[in-house]
């Protein structure tokens, strides 16, 4: 089996910063893609920003310059430095991760339990 398991969410104000970390255990061979999707109330669920295995990014254009994702491969973990929070960025943020398991041929995406991050005006 294979868990996402997010953390790193909350309150904060606008302005403020907030750091997300997603770490993936158990059965892995070898991760490809990570990344961060939100979703806000009402609304469909949003690309937030991805980094490959290699370390190229892509970015929503509405966090480009104020977000930054980053991964270690070592630790099959994720992250996103959100800065410069807006109330407009309040929404359950959710990562993913397209992992090959040990033994089997393809990879799958597998979805973290989604963190809030609550952002004040």
């Known amino acids: 089996q294979v868990q996402l398991v997010e953390s790193g969410g909350g309150l904060v104000q606008a302005g403020g910063s907030l750091r997300l970390s997603c770490a993936a255990s158990?059965?892995?061979?070898?991760?490809?893609?990570m990344g961060w999707y939100c979703q806000a109330p009402g609304k469909q669920r949003e690309l937030v920003a991805t980094?490959?295995?290699?370390?190229?990014?892509n970015y929503a254009d509405s966090v480009k310059g104020r977000f930054t994702i980053s991964r270690d491969n070592a630790k099959n973990t994720v992250y996103l430095q959100m800065n410069s929070l807006r109330p407009e960025d309040t929404a359950v943020y959710y990562c993913y991760a397209d992992i090959r398991r040990i033994g089997v041929v393809i990879s799958y995406d597998y979805w973290g339990q989604g963190t809030q991050v609550t952002v004040s005006s």
């Open positions: 158990g059965s892995i061979a070898s991760i490809k893609a």
């Open positions: 980094i490959t295995s290699g370390g190229s990014t």
